[in-house]
């Protein structure tokens, strides 16, 4: 079993930056690739990164992403992060991060076998 708590979202101006972390326990946390997807209000939870085991491969859903965020974990702390800048009002959404037991870069929800409980992001324009 993996647990996931999200952590860091809150209310920001459009253009302001938010770091989002996700601490995990349980199992080797470098084993598993981990993701970020989020859902807003009357949406289908969607993919915005995912980053592997080991920290060296990253991917992003870059029609939502466009270069302004970037994942990133730190196996020593158990953690990874989803920095955010630029961020703008269709942002808004909770922010969930994932781990998955794969060596690929899983972009689908059902891809995913532990969740954390989500944070809200809230963009105000």
């Known amino acids: 079993q993996v647990q996931l708590v999200e952590s860091g979202g809150g209310l920001v101006q459009a253009g302001g930056s938010l770091r989002l972390s996700c601490a995990a326990s349980?199992?080797?946390?470098?084993?598993?690739?981990m993701g970020w997807f989020r859902q807003a209000p009357g949406k289908e939870r969607e993919f915005v990164a995912a980053i592997s085991g080991s920290g060296g491969a990253t991917y992003y859903a870059y029609s939502i992403v466009k270069g302004r965020f970037t994942i990133s974990r730190d196996n020593a702390k158990n953690t990874v992060y989803l920095r955010m800048n630029s961020l703008k009002p269709e942002d808004t959404a909770v922010y969930y991060c994932a781990a998955a037991e794969a060596k690929s870069l899983p972009v689908g929800v059902r891809e995913y076998s532990y969740w954390g409980q989500g944070t809200q992001v809230t963009v105000s324009s």
């Open positions: 349980g199992r080797s946390f470098g084993t598993f690739s």
